[in-house]
């Protein structure tokens, strides 16, 4: 099966989730709904049976079959952008759904995230007042409200109100992921925006770099996402790798840019870069994870015409690179040109080394490994994956310690031996970034196979949409278990 089969495979996947979700979305909502919301109701009924019957006849042509010809991947993409188009247009409809709120979990989730950024015995770079808000539209965004509110103020010649000088960050994220704990890893690139921004890293960054005034200008601001996002792959890893690619999956263009942020293209190659450096700038991770989700993002890029799908890129001058920017307004393309003397590699190293300054905690293969262990041992049988034990001891070992503590005549040796062998056996817990890696591990190992199997059943297609469904509803819940009995375990251990 052709690479470019799988990718489109994965993005028609992909789809199918994301109109489920706003299916979801869309019947939780009417539970709480008045009479004069039925007419909103009507519409999105409408609209959603319009897109499963676009899909149920791909459905019925995708599940099981491994022909990749060129003329079906062209079918299979463009009823994905039929799909798409028809997305964007109901999104404009939820700012007028009830009021839904951010679902305690994702606070849970931010609250763990933040504590693993805190080294012991040093002060947290993690240390604002988060606070979470859903968006009718599909993006994910931070801002510090003090300062944007005496932004406000100053652009309205007004007297600005004292406000209080600690952080106030505000982290938004889409609605219809309000309840899909695997994109709320794409929030942890906004709080990197908070760390940034309190310990001036990509400010230190661009200072350093001796470039033109406009050039400067896009460059820091390009270093701000840089930054951001290589705090969010030292803090939850591959996991972010594969969200952005998922989330990138949907562009118009992985090249297009703009004056505040770099194309796609280039930041998921910096990222798989920093993934597999052996050099001390990186996590050291070479995994079929991490490929997984490569390849179905990178053939895209080879289509497109990517610099950055080809190694090589790392002695790549920002000055030597033109990149391509769409107008909304008008429709066309403009070229940005950033003239700055420095490598694509060697703002990722500088970068990495102030990161290591301040002692970021950086995931590892050790996590990898215990992210895929609760992935194959435990959620792909639906079962929370909030605690696990370090080792599973075997029965025959215990048996020999019990024989070996009845031994011990001193009352206080033999109690320290029964407390030690407690604590052996006690469970801790997941982190967050654990919980999240194993979730996107199990989409790269399962979704695929499920789809097959599922659609491929002989029964009718609402039938097998049901069973399908339900999967990922149950996949939602049992992520967000695990994160709240996570959150929940690490308080009552923290405990005096």
Known sequence: MGIEFQAAKTLFVEAVEKVWRLEHLVGEVRHSA????????ELFDGQLAELWGSLEPMIGLLAGTDDGSP?????????????????????????????????????????GVCNSAAPSGREPVIEPSVILALLDEYNFG????????????????????????????????????GTNPLTWVLLVHELGHAVDGRHRLSEAVTKAISAPGPAAAVFNNWAKEFCADLIALRLVGPAY??????????SRSLRYTSDTHPPSDLRIWMLKSTMEDTTGHGL?????????????????MVKEGSNFSVPGAQGTLFQDLGFDQWCPRCGNDRRIEVQVPMTVE?????????????????????GLARSRALSRGRLTDWVPIGSARRAEPASEAIAARIDGIQQIVSPSERKEAVYSLLSEAAE???????????????????RERRFDEVFSRPVSFQDNKKLYTRGMEVLDLVLMQSIASSGIHSMLRDLP
């Open 34 to 41: 008045g009479p004069q919301d039925q007419l909103l109701f």
């Open 71 to 111: 003329g079906f991947i062209r079918t299979i993409d463009n009823t994905v952008a039929e799909v798409l188009t028809k997305l964007s247009v109901l999104h404009i409809g939820l700012a007028y759904l009830p009021g839904r709120a951010v679902r305690p979990e994702t606070g849970v989730f931010v609250s």
């Open 142 to 177: 931070e801002v510090d409200v003090p300062a944007w509110l005496r932004r406000e103020y100053q652009r309205k010649n007004l007297r600005s109100p004292s406000l209080s000088g600690r952080e106030a960050v505000v982290c938004v994220l889409p609605i219809i992921e």
């Open 241 to 250: 790798f594969a969200a952005y690619c998922s989330f990138c999956a949907f």
């Open 284 to 300: 050291a991770l070479h995994d079929p994870f991490i490929d997984y989700y490569w390849n179905r993002i990178s053939h895209r």
């Open 346 to 366: 060697a703002l990722r190293k500088d970068i990495w080394e102030r990161l290591d300054a301040l002692a970021i905690p950086a995931y590892s293969d050790t």
């Open 428 to 446: 801790e817990p997941t982190s967050p970034a654990d919980i999240v890696n194993a979730g996107w591990l199990h989409k790269a190992e399962e």
